[in-house]
């Protein structure tokens, strides 16, 4: 436990009541005592904050920054416009996840890609490895970049109150340098809960006023700070993947239902020869939405069966606590993937009746009409 | 914020609670136990007219974070479970010494003498802060 890293706010939550817990090789709040169900329903209905400071941000500059950025990864990055900010990933020559990022397109040809705290090194070693004959310097930014999420229906308003910028201009998915109580701050309007709202990179010396200052605004407004169990239930009834669970380096992009994100006409990336090969082959493995209909938990970790043949495995599950319904994500193969067909999950050694339902599970405030 | 002992009950070392109520024992989980799973979201009830010896598992709790076994306190017949927890699980987290999980006719009532009195429970739990 004791190398365990800990961000500027560790004190802030252990005052407020957080429970820590070791994840990712930091220390981080689980929750406060509001508890995670509380958090959860603050960021679907109001708005929740939370200190996502282990995640690493990767500064890139030099001539070859956006060349160098369409090989590492499959998204055309040429189509962004300055200020955009997209989801995106990496991926091995086999086509199988390295991480999944987030990339910024910065003013004077610089970008920021943000990656998750457990890859930062090896990210970092990768991308170093495949820059050799690019013009491209590769910064870790991330120890005196201090992140934070704000999200939720009420994210906007609260942040308002703290900017003269006019937030209406920025879009989802867009980016801009405002100042936040008077912190110079890059806010992207991004997020990993299914909601709108904002991440924030401003210096880490700012943190605990960061924090204070949103907490204040958003007081009336029934904001919570929330930790790692409310952000891992809200992206998980938004069916958006997280390393670890539905991304790693034994699953591939089409499986994982993130093709979308492959733009094929843009020239070579790495992976793309594997992963164009699975897209047109069919992948073997597909992930699928599962709903309880015998009672029961499903659990990242438990298996799949059908007819008492195991036959995949469950990335994440749990009670939503939105929908008020047992729902996992799991991996089956091809063939048991149909919405509608009745699969096992094994708890605690009883096949417990589930079926594969429509994913998402709970759909993003952002795709809604 | 601090955890609540009932005087009246007494406490397993598995964080279960036993009240004797007529010729029953009343069984649930502690505060400390329901502090320390955090939100429940499912209780699997133990089956009425099992025989169970004390410290059997007979059911399971399950919260965001983990699943814990529920043991029974005292050997004997089931003869009753709170089927209000299949529908509000949460119960265990609002009023842990109000919100039963089961009820078991006992074999022997003297078993209940190798539980922990409310004072005992909380010196153990002052062991186990991490």
């Known amino acids: 436990m004791s190398d365990l890293k800990r961000t500027a706010l560790y004190d802030v939550h252990v005052a407020m009541g957080a429970r820590m817990v070791p994840f990712a090789g930091w220390e981080m709040p689980v929750q406060y005592p509001t508890g995670p169900t509380a958090e959860h329903h603050a960021v679907r209905k109001a708005a929740g904050l939370f200190d996502i400071d282990h995640m690493g941000q990767f500064k890139l500059l030099g001539r070859d920054a956006e060349t160098f950025l369409q090989y590492v990864q499959p998204r055309d990055v040429s189509r962004m416009k300055v200020w955009d900010a997209e989801y995106s990933y990496l991926c091995y020559g086999d086509g199988t996840f390295v991480d999944d990022i987030f990339i910024y397109k910065l003013p004077d040809d610089e970008w920021m890609i943000v990656v998750n705290a457990a890859n930062r090194e090896k990210d970092l070693f990768w991308l170093d490895t495949h820059a050799v004959g690019f013009d491209v310097e590769i910064l870790d930014i991330s120890d005196p970049t201090y992140m934070l999420a704000l999200q939720g229906p009420k994210g906007q308003a609260i942040l308002q109150k703290l900017t003269d910028y006019d937030l209406d201009q920025v879009a989802f998915h867009t980016a801009a340098r405002i100042q936040v109580g008077g912190i110079e701050t890059l806010i992207g309007a991004t997020g990993y809960t299914g909601e709108y709202g904002y991440e924030l990179f401003f210096p880490e010396e700012k943190a605990i006023a960061m924090w204070e200052l949103l907490l204040d605004a958003g007081r009336e407004e029934g904001l919570l700070a929330c930790g790692l169990a409310a952000r891992d239930s809200l992206r998980f009834e938004a069916c958006l993947p997280l390393y670890g669970h539905e991304i790693h380096a034994e699953v591939e992009p089409i499986g994982a239902r993130l093709g979308w994100v492959c733009d094929w006409d843009k020239g070579p990336w790495i992976g793309r020869d594997a992963v164009l090969k699975t897209k047109l082959e069919k992948p073997k493995l597909l992930l699928v939405g599962l709903e309880m209909i015998d009672r029961g938990v499903p659990r990242e970790g438990y298996e799949v069966a059908k007819d008492g043949q195991v036959i995949g495995w469950v990335t994440t599950g749990m009670k939503s606590p939105t929908l008020n319904k047992f729902l996992a994500l799991a991996y089956v193969p091809r063939g048991y993937n149909k919405i509608g067909t009745e699969l096992d999950v094994i708890i605690r050694g009883k096949p417990k009746k589930a079926v594969v339902v429509k994913r998402p599970f709970y759909i993003p405030a952002y795709r809604r009409k | ?130």
């Open chain 2, 1 to 130: 914020m601090s955890l609540k002992y009932d005087p009246n009950v007494k406490y397993a070392k598995t964080d279960e609670w036993a009240r004797v109520e007529g010729d029953l024992v009343v069984v649930g989980i502690s505060d400390y136990a329901q502090d320390q799973l955090s939100d429940i979201v499912y209780v699997e009830l133990p089956e009425v007219g099992a025989q169970v010896s004390a410290g059997e598992v007979v059911g399971t709790v399950e919260s965001v974070k983990a699943a814990a076994d529920i043991m029974s306190p005292v050997s004997g017949e089931i003869v009753e479970v709170n089927e209000e927890l299949n529908d509000s699980p949460e119960l265990l987290n609002e009023d842990p010494y109000g919100a039963w999980i089961f009820k078991v006719k006992p074999n022997d009532l003297a078993e209940l003498d190798n539980l922990m009195t409310a004072e005992e429970y909380e010196a153990y739990n002052a062991t186990r802060e991490h």
